[in-house]
């Protein structure tokens, strides 16, 4: 197999695993909705009664808490993916499609792959949630209740923070080398050319890379 086939079959094998990931994300999504509501609504209706110490709404929250945890480092693995096709492969002379670049996660098309639009759409069910553990009323000289909202309050903080860790723009722009930054041969010592600007090929704007090699190889 050479090198160029070699490349395609990886790039096919990237693209399929961020294709499960994806479905699993929407599978994880839906689980988290039913799950935490199936949950909250017994906790209201049979913790209650046994008497456990804490507020069933702690219960409730953590659970969404930690398939946020989940989700994030699933999105995660499918942003870097995406990021390692959009700097690799689409930002080359390689390739004239750019479904990440424009199209697909890394874009910034897609709501559940921006920190503001996960946050809202998913991230915010678990705060709205421990909230009513206050409202229900928190003893401080319990101290199985406090325990419990303590271990609560950390899931916030730490999936908070991998939703800015996984999906912040910071982390987006430092995947991404620059346009027309130098490109290294690891076999060799050789530096080659800097990038050409996507709709730039051969100083002949918005032109194609199949067309203008095409016509490269005809005047040749």
């Not at 930002?91 to 750019?98: C, E, G, H, K």
């Not at 406090?146 to 309050?153: E, I, K, Q, S, Y």
């Not at 730490?158 to 995947?175: D, E, N, P, T």
Request: net charge neutral; with cysteine.
């Amino acid at each position: 197999m050479d090198k160029d086939a070699f490349n395609l079959e990886a790039y096919k094998s990237i693209r399929d695993e961020i294709n499960r990931r994806i479905d699993i994300h929407y599978k994880i999504i839906t689980t988290k909705y039913a799950f935490v509501g199936i949950l909250l609504a017994f906790s209201l209706t049979s913790l209650a009664d046994l008497r456990i110490g804490f507020s069933p709404f702690v219960v409730a929250a953590a659970l969404a808490f930690l398939l946020d945890v989940v989700i994030l480092e699933n999105l995660g693995w499918i942003r870097n993916a995406g990021h390692f096709i959009r700097t690799r492969v689409e930002n080359t002379p390689l390739s004239i499609v750019r479904w990440e670049g424009q199209g697909a996660q890394t874009g910034g098309k897609w709501n559940c792959f921006t920190v503001r639009g996960y946050i809202l759409g998913s991230w915010i069910i678990g705060p709205i949630i421990y909230s009513g553990s206050f409202i229900d009323g928190l003893d401080y000289r319990n101290s199985v209740q406090v325990v419990a909202n303590a271990a609560c309050a950390y899931l916030l903080i730490y999936s908070l923070y991998l939703v800015f860790a996984h999906l912040g723009v910071r982390k987006a722009m430092a995947a991404e080398p620059e346009m027309g930054s130098a490109i290294v041969d690891p076999g060799s010592r050789r530096t080659a050319d800097a990038l050409p600007r996507p709709q730039t090929v051969l100083g002949v704007p918005g032109q194609a890379y199949g067309e203008a090699e095409a016509d490269e190889q005809a005047t040749s």
